[in-house]
């Protein structure tokens, strides 16, 4: 028995203010590329299921761009009359029970199975049951519904347990109404073929609490996009797995944006620049980290002058790290005692010729006296 595992796919997520050449943000874009490149590969592979254990949108009100794009993917994929199994996520769950959850717009399709109702529901087939346990709002009840799934294990078929939730802290996303799976509980993993897991975005076994040992059953597949810069993998796909007398379990990566990160040391500020290997940029997302940095001289680093070291690059995202020493001015210092000198210093290093000192001494005299008028405005209301 074949079956595709994917999850969080996020779908609608958009960021960066990059538009493609369709005027659609660019990385939404690419969470569209990243479905359409795992649709492509359940038609190779022509597995006999398919499972996505939740965030299939990356709101629980999708745009109807995201709605269309999903209802076009899911009709190429009924129409492989494969049977794909699909649970609500956190993401994808209204917070009140006065919204329709958007994955019922799947109910009407032919060989599509949804869960979505913060309850237990077995799918049952042939040769399989999936128990399915949809994100869960108030974890109180979420106890009852485990249970539900225990008591329902058939022994003579193969059992799939399918869930979208954080087993144990460590998978925490740090999200609100996160449904934590009791650890009580985790006995019913060992009762199962296969513990499918959507939430965490990142692929691999489940830790057995309180050990490293890990469990051989107990999946998350990751997620198929980054939905923060915080997420710095380059890998990102599904799990293809085959459950005969064993179970064995592939990853298989799919082609993502790519995520580089970059660092200029300060301290040799030029040598570290002519260092820069901007190479493997062309179309990826540059994350620049200015480390060694002394307050003062972070006034003379434009962004700009780091973004002009990656001109092939979707997008430069930039962290200053500052040094800390005990004769230098922190960063507050700067900000407090001289942000009159620093604004003179920005026009006069971006906004004007360095010969037209005229025009620039005009500026600096109004600047001056804005922040003359500034600091009697504040003197007169303390």
């Not at 299939?56 to 761009?65: A, T, V």
């Not at 956190?90 to 109910?107: A, E, G, M, V, Y």
Request: proline share 2%.
């Amino acid at each position: 028995m074949k079956i595709i595992h994917f999850s969080d796919t996020h779908l609608g997520y958009n960021d960066l203010d990059i538009l493609d050449e369709n005027n659609i943000n660019q990385r939404e874009a690419d969470f569209y590329n990243a479905f359409s490149q795992i649709v492509e590969q359940i038609k190779t592979i022509q597995p006999d299921y398919i499972i996505h254990t939740g965030d299939l949108f990356h709101r629980s009100s999708p745009s109807n761009r995201a709605i269309t794009f999903a209802l076009e993917q899911f009709k190429i994929i009924d129409e492989l009359n494969i049977p794909f199994v699909i649970i609500a996520g956190n993401h994808s769950t209204p917070r009140t029970n006065l919204s329709s959850p958007i994955i019922k717009i799947f109910d009407n399709f032919k060989n599509i199975y949804t869960s979505y109702n913060q309850e237990y529901k077995k799918i049952e087939f042939e040769d399989v049951v999936f128990h399915t346990l949809p994100h869960m709002n108030d974890d109180t009840k979420a106890e009852d519904e485990i249970n539900l799934c225990e008591q329902n294990i058939d022994t003579t078929k193969k059992n799939i347990m399918m869930m979208h939730c954080s087993v144990g802290a460590w998978y925490l996303m740090q999200e609100f109404g996160e449904w934590v799976y009791p650890t009580h509980k985790e006995y019913i993993f060992e009762n199962m073929d296969y513990v499918a897991l959507g939430h965490w975005h990142g692929f691999g076994a489940v830790s057995v609490k309180g050990t490293k040992q890990k469990y051989p059953n107990v999946f998350y597949s990751g997620s198929t996009e980054r939905t923060s810069l915080n997420d710095k993998r380059n890998e990102k796909g599904f799990i293809e797995l085959d459950i005969k007398d064993e179970l064995t379990v592939e990853y298989k990566q799919i082609n993502i944006r790519a995520i580089r990160e970059k660092e200029i040391d300060c301290s040799i500020y030029e040598e570290s620049i002519e260092q820069i290997d901007n190479s493997d940029t062309k179309d990826a997302i540059v994350y620049v980290k200015l480390t060694n940095l002394k307050a003062t001289q972070s006034i003379d680093i434009q962004n700009s002058q780091i973004k002009e070291l990656f001109p092939d690059a979707m997008s430069v995202n930039i962290k200053r790290e500052f040094s800390k020493s005990s004769d230098e001015k922190t960063i507050d210092d700067i900000e407090a005692l001289s942000l009159e000198d620093y604004f003179l210093e920005h026009i006069k290093e971006d906004s004007l010729d360095a010969d037209d000192t005229k025009e620039y001494d005009r500026l600096k005299h109004k600047v001056k006296e804005l922040f003359s008028l500034y600091e009697e405005s504040t003197n007169d209301t303390v």
